[in-house]
């Protein structure tokens, strides 16, 4: 003899997840309306800049958020997609042989359309000038953090933002693990920072540090360090540390050592970039989980710089 359970079975709601990439965006003059009016100008002038290859990318969508969780923020989506060199030679693969010229006659595209075209959202949290970025569009695509941190680094010195900013650079935001490992190798021997100004309204050392560069006129700094001549390994004191979780912010670290084994070990933060994963029901809004996540890390950020 068999019981059923007369209960209801709870039904399983599916769950979604978006993976996103983060950029930091620093410039100099720096202010919220002119990282405003930088990305809509980007956005109504159409600019493009190449991505990978034959691929470019662009800001096919950029609107103001009017959130109270991201103040002064935009959302939008980048258009990727690919151009076709017709004057380049063509393959009969019929024949084997390149194609004539009455072949390719025969090809009717409107330069209007282009091909292998995909969207990623974005947000970009102009007060903390952090750009967040879906790394996976709908059909599985895949944008590449290296390859968006140059792209967007050519989009923002394109003439239509001319005058704009003395000075602007996109950096990949690393992983601070990538960090953390590189200061833990079993025998660190070499250390190599490369940091850009921060921008004025960041914590209190970035700001120190900015007021040392523009006090001797310093854009970029370059920091080497390595290990003494009977020294075990380099070990990185309290100023050190900050300097490359700063420069995985707006740089770049590398170490070189050994690992546990005695292998050599190279650690770049740059092939190391940060993912936050946002897991939400299938049928909410997906911009609106991107929303909810970011202001959870703001408000979790502002929480431990005042421990």
């Known amino acids: 003899m068999s019981v059923t359970d007369a209960s209801p079975r709870r ?3 599916p769950r979604r997840r978006i993976v996103m990439g983060e950029i930091n965006i620093v410039s100099h003059p720096h202010t919220i309306d002119l990282y405003i009016d930088a990305f809509k100008a980007l956005h109504q002038h159409r600019a493009q800049a190449q991505y990978h290859g034959h691929r470019y990318i662009e800001i096919g969508n950029c609107y103001d958020l009017e959130d109270i969780r991201i103040p002064n923020g935009l959302a939008g989506r980048f258009f990727v997609f690919s151009r076709v060199n ?26 209007h359309l282009v091909p292998e075209f995909r969207q990623f959202r974005f947000i970009f949290d102009v007060r903390k000038h952090r750009l967040y970025y879906e790394k996976y569009s709908s059909g599985g695509h895949h944008l590449s953090p290296q390859a968006v941190r140059q792209s967007l680094e050519r989009l923002l010195h394109v003439p239509a933002l001319a005058g704009m900013f003395d000075e ?75 300097l490359a979780h ?18 050599p070990v190279t650690v770049d933060t ?32 502002s929480d431990d710089k005042h421990e």
Do not use: C
């Not at 393959?91 to 025969?106: F, I, Y």
């Not at 940060?274 to 950020?301: L, Q, R």
């Open 11 to 13: 039904r399983r709601v």
């Open 270 to 301: 740059e092939d190391h970039p940060v993912e936050h994963n946002v897991v939400f029901e299938a049928t909410a809004d997906p911009v609106d989980k991107m929303i909810d996540y970011i202001a959870e890390k703001n408000a979790k950020e």
């Open 168 to 242: 602007i650079h996109a950096h990949t935001v690393a992983d601070k693990e990538a960090v953390d490992r590189i200061l833990g190798l079993t025998k660190l021997r070499r250390l190599f920072m490369r940091l850009y100004r921060p921008n004025p309204d960041d914590a209190e050392f970035e700001a120190e540090i900015l007021q040392e560069l523009d006090e001797q006129g310093v854009s970029v700094v370059e920091r080497t360090l390595i290990k003494a001549p009977g020294q075990p390994k380099i070990i990185a004191n309290a100023l050190t540390r900050q």
């Open 246 to 263: 700063l420069a995985a912010r707006i740089g770049y670290v590398v170490g070189w050592g050994k690992d546990e084994q005695g292998a």
């Open 86 to 111: 017709f004057d380049d030679p063509w393959l009969n693969m019929l024949r084997n042989k390149e194609a004539t010229d009455a072949e390719l006659e025969q090809i009717k595209i409107p330069p």
